[in-house]
């Protein structure tokens, strides 16, 4: 194998292996072999460009252009023309399936399903990532920045994997590199000749030249130590540094060991964590349990707070953590006057549901767990130590139901003032027109309390806002102002709007995540599904402490103190199934709103008929976009055909008639023996200019292996060049259009098929067309310099007129 062959066949491998590492980020991983035999394709492309050769760039041409037909040809077939070919509909629908991906992307958790958008972004970015390093290494020879595209690889697939990417998938693309440096030195080495071994011999071993045919097995052996030792360093660093825990649905966060030691929790983010649940397409079952409750419809189970506001985002602070106390302490705020009662519950976690906060409902006076768990005192949270996760946790928890008077909590007295301080604060970042929407809310209330209901109320029912998950989450100031002005957002946007005019008016707020309540099954016990992910707003009051709000349209319940009309413990139906089974709002009736939600969950509804929804109708693309993308097509499809074309024109004007005057028969006779030099060239023989006709001549009939009257054409080409070029009176000679047919004739019949076709679609002539360019460019520098000098030069006489120098005075 060539040394080139060796160099692209190691970027193949790179390239694969470096993908290897998003293997878990998409299930099923059947993209990954779809993608390596395209790849497979554009590598071929590139190998058979560079034999021919083309020019690097077109080379690189070529390959974008089999990669755009082959993703057109997988992804966009029924829309392309002839199938295969990128018209307008197939680039709209490859774009829509782009689209598509990064709608996707931003909603399903990890691993992804291979939704066709997503497989497109899979596919798609793996042959760009592989038609750079193709480059890179092997088109232009320099391997080492080729690591850029892979290290942006892998980068990318470490950055989304929970917890990071496996140490297998660095070894696999680091080795592949190395592999790739190592072809590379090898080719450079090989290039040098043979290497001189001047090491002494054993006694008695025969004597061999200085110069022997052997490896150049120092500079390998160096460049494997090298390698060795850089692969040893990136896996051995990282080990020794502080690890960096994941937040909400990731890794266990940090905490310290032994009793009554101390520790601290991160802030964590569940912004696409909640999303990602929310759009599942499957309700997965995260947990079940059984409560002696009454009334399960204030059974959120809730797994962290988010107390803290910067502007960006809302996020959990960096709070200490310690051991989990027996029996937990009483809820900050809570005053025995306030009725209570206390309910058991039994969780059970699904064992595929991995998460590092405990779900619990609040507030817990006392948690029966085992393993590695830490008690958070502010938000009252467990959180799991030593990577303890909830994956198959079954553990028991008692809890209050607070059952708060609308008088106690209208009637609440000031809050503590560094608990007001923490809770009430807001960013500078954070836009006036929020505020200025809470005061106008809230306007005619007396009360905190007065105020948090009139809040509650205008998002859940008056404020004309609309539940979907579709959009695009954000906590910021600026995704606040929006969403206020778009009023369409899913709960995160309700709860952390809510949060944030609540501290406006001075109430102590902060955002609670967890789950809604679930559905009850058959046997009695509650189901939480991931659809049920939620996330509610708490308002601190004195005397009743954290109280929750339901401010999100169609999800969860409104607590009975927040209706002033229902009296507080009062029964109430049971929790209701969420509402939005889907996560676009439709007003039609889906058929299988008559199957329970527990079966549907479970799977027992048997197929259900989609529902059709007429959609905005679409004129398709405008006449303007219709033509441009027309001439964008043909403009890409006729590149690879210029040489071709170039090639045939050149022919037919060489071998045109001209006129009858004797120094045109010289240029037909010149013409001619070019178009032979040319035609030998397109088949394999470089010209060689040092050489005269005869011997010219010569090399063509041998390198062509031409006899008959092919060589006898050849032959007398060279004698009438060197008629015109060197006689006396030289005398044109007949007949040299149908020598140059039958010189390309026996070429062709000597080459082969694919030589032939090689020869006429993509001949090494055409090479010519960037000399003629480079030379007509240095003509027009040189001539454009000249006149630039001249033009200096007849001013300079001018200027001395006008100012004239002062005559010289001496000493």
Request: hydrophobic residues 40%; contains cysteine.
């Amino acid at each position: 194998m060539s040394g080139r062959g060796r160099l692209a066949l190691c970027a193949y491998a790179a390239t694969v292996l470096a993908a290897c590492s998003m293997l878990p980020l998409v299930a099923p991983a059947s993209w990954i072999l779809q993608a390596a035999f395209l790849l497979a394709i554009l590598s071929g492309v590139g190998a058979l460009a560079r034999r021919v050769p083309l020019a690097r760039p077109l080379t690189v041409l070529a390959q974008a252009v089999v990669a755009l037909l082959v993703l057109t040809l997988v992804f966009a077939r029924q829309q392309a023309i002839g199938g295969l070919l990128p018209g307008p509909e197939a680039l709209e629908q490859l774009n829509s399936l782009l689209q598509q991906g990064a709608s996707d992307v931003g909603q399903y958790a990890i691993p992804a399903p291979a939704t066709p958008g997503i497989r497109l972004m899979m596919v798609g970015g793996m042959l760009i990532i592989g038609l750079a390093v193709d480059a890179l290494a092997v088109t232009f020879r320099s391997a080492a920045p080729a690591g850029l595209p892979l290290l942006a690889l892998y980068s990318v697939a470490a950055g989304l994997s929970p917890g990071g990417a496996s140490w297998l998938w660095f070894v696999l693309a680091a080795a592949a590199y190395l592999l790739l440096l190592l072809a590379e030195g090898r080719d450079r080495l090989s290039q040098w000749g043979r290497v001189f071994g001047g090491a002494a011999r054993a006694p008695g071993r025969a004597q061999q030249s200085v110069f022997e045919n052997t490896a150049p097995l120092a500079p390998v052996r160096t460049g494997r130590r090298i390698g060795a030792l850089t692969l040893g360093l990136a896996l051995v660093i990282p080990a020794m540094l502080p690890a960096l825990d994941s937040g909400l649905l990731g890794g266990a966060g940090s905490g310290g060991t032994g009793e009554g030691s101390g520790g601290t929790i991160s802030a964590v983010n569940p912004l696409v964590s909640l999303q990602n649940s929310l759009n599942q397409p499957e309700d997965r079952e995260v947990m079940r349990y059984n409560t002696n409750a009454q009334d399960t419809k204030e059974m959120y189970l809730r797994i962290v707070a988010l107390d803290e506001f910067d502007g960006a985002t809302w996020k959990s602070s960096e709070r200490h953590i310690k051991d989990v106390p027996d029996p937990l302490p009483r809820p900050d705020g809570l005053s025995p006057a306030v009725s209570t009662t206390e309910v058991e519950t039994s969780i059970s976690a699904a064992g595929w549901y991995a998460q590092s906060w405990l779900p619990m409902p609040f507030p817990a006076t006392q948690v029966k767990v085992k393993g590695d768990w830490r008690f958070e005192p502010v938000g009252r949270t467990l959180v799991g130590d030593r990577k303890q996760t909830t994956r198959g946790a079954q553990y028991t928890v008692s809890s209050l139901l607070v059952h708060p008077t609308a008088d106690q909590l209208a009637n609440a007295p000031a809050p503590p003032g560094d608990l007001l301080k923490e809770y009430t604060r807001v960013p500078d970042s954070l836009p006036s027109v929020v505020s200025a929407t809470a005061r106008q809310v809230t306007s005619g209330a007396a009360t905190n309390y007065e105020r948090a209901v009139k809040l509650q109320d205008w998002f859940s029912t008056s404020g004309g806002f609309t539940y979907n998950t579709r959009v695009e989450s954000g906590s910021g100031t600026e995704a606040i102002a929006n969403f206020l002005k778009e009023k369409e957002g899913f709960c995160v946007h309700f709860s952390f709007s809510m949060a944030a005019m609540a501290r406006t008016l001075g109430i102590p707020a902060r955002v609670a995540v967890g789950f809604t309540p679930g559905v009850t099954r058959p046997d009695g016990t509650m189901s939480v599904g991931l659809r049920d992910a939620h996330a509610w707003p708490e308002l601190y009051f004195e005397g009743v402490g954290w109280t929750r709000f339901e401010p999100t349209p169609t999800r969860g319940s409104v607590p009975d103190y927040t209706r002033q009309q229902a009296p507080a413990g009062s029964p109430s139906r049971p929790a209701e199934p969420s509402r939005s089974a889907s996560a676009q709002p439709s007003a039609a009736p889906s058929a299988s709103d008559s199957c329970p939600p527990t079966a549907r969950r479970l799977g027992d509804c048997g197929p259900s008929a989609a529902a059709s929804v007429a959609g905005p109708t679409d004129s398709g693309p405008s006449a303007p976009t219709l033509i441009g993308t027309a001439v964008g097509v043909t403009v890409l499809l006729a590149l690879p055909l210029l040489p071709f074309v170039w090639r045939r024109r050149v022919r037919s004007r060489r071998l045109g008639s001209g006129g009858r005057t004797p120094a045109d028969a010289v240029a037909r006779t010149l013409a001619a023996w070019q178009e032979i030099t040319d035609t030998a060239w397109d088949y394999g023989i470089a010209p060689d200019e040092s050489q005269t006709p005869r011997k010219a001549a010569a090399r063509v009939i041998r390198l062509g292996r031409l006899d008959g009257a092919a060589a006898d054409s050849v032959h007398r080409a060279a004698g009438a060049v060197e008629q015109v070029l060197y006689a006396r009176d030289p005398r044109p000679t007949p007949g040299l259009t149908d020598d140059v047919a039958r010189v390309t004739a026996g070429l062709r019949a000597q080459a082969g098929h694919w030589p032939a076709l090689r020869a006429i679609l993509a001949p090494r002539s055409a090479v010519r067309v960037i000399w003629a360019v480079s030379l007509r460019w240095e003509r027009t520098r040189a001539r454009v310099s000249t006149r630039t000098r001249g033009l200096t030069e007849r001013l300079r006489p001018r200027r001395g007129r006008e100012a004239p120098p002062e005559p010289a005075t001496g000493a």
